[in-house]
Antibody, heavy 115, light 107 residues
Framework: QLVESGAVVVQPGGSLRLSCAPS????????MHWVRQPPGKGLEWVSV????????YYVDSVKGRFTISKDSRKNLLYLQMDSLTTEDTALYYC??????????WGQGTLVTVSS | ANQLTQTPSSLSASVGDRVTITCRAS??????LAWYQQKPGMPPKLLIH???SLESGVPSRFSGSGSETDFTLTISSLQPEDFATYYC?????????FGGGTKVEIK
């Protein structure tokens, strides 16, 4: 349903872009979320983009460093991640929003920030 | 940020038991709450949205209730496949915070 980019290792201070491709729905019809889960820990909501791309929101810990966006022509969701730290090491999920819930989730992309 | 406190953080129960998990918000969120089930190595699965609406395909033994600051997820008769970690998440304000999780283990 949601195909995410592959696992990656990046050095502290580095950048990378995650992608998420829905196979059965159009991104322009739904809000989309990014959620992360550090190894062995709980879930943390990271960001959301509205169905029309006009609104974006972030958790404080990533504001100014991460940017959520989408390419409607390609039907792709992105998370640009800059100035990465070891605290950003986690499995990153994209998820489709349905108001008060997220009903479809990708399998996750493991991001490891390490020197 | 609106903090969600889940209790208990873990519990041991037997097949057939009735299980109740609580999620308390630090600020009122109306009915903007979802419950998820997560098994090891898998993404979360939506169980309940809008505090009490059962997601399509989810067994009816799962139910959600509550509003504003106090919410409950109930499993009426625990089945072997229900042993997992459960999370609540609020959608009333940003950031859309999660509770800390409740791990349901076999007694």
């Amino acid at each position: 349903q949601l195909v995410e980019s592959g696992a990656v290792v990046v050095q502290p201070g580095g950048s990378l872009r995650l992608s998420c491709a829905p196979s059965t729905f159009n991104l322009d019809d739904y809000a989309m979320h990014w959620v992360r889960q550090p190894p062995g820990k709980g879930l943390e909501w990271v960001s959301v983009i509205s169905w029309d791309g006009g609104s974006t929101y972030y958790v404080d810990s990533v504001k100014g460093r991460f940017t959520i966006s989408k390419d409607s022509r390609k039907n792709l969701l992105y998370l640009q991640m800059d100035s990465l730290t070891t605290e950003d090491t986690a499995l990153y999920y994209c998820a489709k929003g349905i108001g008060a819930g997220a009903d479809f989730w990708g399998q996750g992309t493991l991001v490891t920030v390490s020197s | 940020a609106n903090q969600l406190t889940q209790t208990p953080s873990s519990l041991s129960a037997s097949v057939g038991d009735r299980v109740t998990i609580t999620c308390r918000a630090s600020q009122g969120i109306s009915s903007a709450l979802a419950w998820y089930q997560q098994k090891p190595g898998m993404p979360p699965k939506l169980l309940i949205h809008g505090a009490s609406s059962l997601e399509s395909g989810v067994p009816s033994r799962f139910s959600g209730s509550g509003s504003e600051t106090d919410f409950t997820l109930t499993i009426s008769s625990l089945q072997p496949e229900d042993f997992a970690t459960y999370y609540c998440q609020q959608f009333n304000s940003y950031p859309h915070t999660f509770g800390g999780g409740t791990k349901v283990e076999i007694k």
